[in-house]
């Protein structure tokens, strides 16, 4: 069978199984557990105090306490992800086998924060390296080395880039002729008029 937040595909065998599991708490802590899951994909963190409170009635093991947040981040996310409404996922959990009040507070949650959680993925996604700072200077070179008579104008560019992975400043700097970096600096600014368009 084919869920639509799965994207449109079948439900992993792994979601499946901890469907079972989150069956074991109560509606009211499904919803706390929720709660906790979305915190931490908007770009918070997973109180695990918490969590190990909520599932203590349950007897969960520190195992299925991260398989349960698995799957509920899994869940809420690829719903979110997919752009699924509160009601056709409850719809489509309860076809899995999660007890309809368990799905109906799992939505609830999702619902009240769907477009908090697609404005974070929004930003997630696509990120690249950000230019923090950029240094130029002009030169005018008169003669060099290899010719007589130059008489041209240079600008020498250094620019400071945060990688966004490791967040390490890294620095790049290089040589522009005047032509090249007239077609540089319209090029840029095509790319930045593009990018205010989109957003």
Not at 54 to 65: F, H, L, P
Not at 78 to 86: E, F, I, L, N
Not at 102 to 121: A, I, M, R
Request: glycine share 4%.
């Amino acid at each position: 069978m084919r869920f639509r937040f799965c994207g449109d595909l079948d439900c992993p065998d792994w979601v499946l199984a901890e469907i079972a599991t989150l069956s074991k708490i109560t509606s009211v802590k499904m919803k706390l557990l929720c709660n906790q899951v979305l915190a931490d994909l908007l770009g918070g963190s997973i109180d695990y105090d918490k969590v190990n409170k909520i599932t203590s009635d349950a007897k969960y093991e520190t195992g299925d306490v991260k398989a349960s947040i698995a799957c509920l981040s899994f869940i809420l996310s690829s719903a979110g992800k997919y752009g699924v409404d509160s009601e056709a996922l409850s719809n489509e959990l309860q076809q899995l086998g999660l007890p309809k009040e368990h799905s109906t507070s799992l939505c609830k949650s999702y619902g009240d924060k769907l477009v908090s959680l697609q404005e974070e993925f929004r930003r997630q996604s696509l990120q690249l390296s950000s230019v923090e700072a950029v240094e130029w200077r002009v030169d005018y070179v008169l003669s060099s080395s290899h010719l007589k008579d130059v008489c041209e104008s240079c600008v020498q560019l250094r620019l400071a880039i945060r990688n966004k992975d490791t967040q390490n400043l890294e620095h790049l700097s290089f040589t522009l002729t005047a032509d090249k970096f007239r077609v540089f600096l319209h090029e840029m600014k095509q790319a930045y008029s593009q990018l205010e368009c989109l957003s």
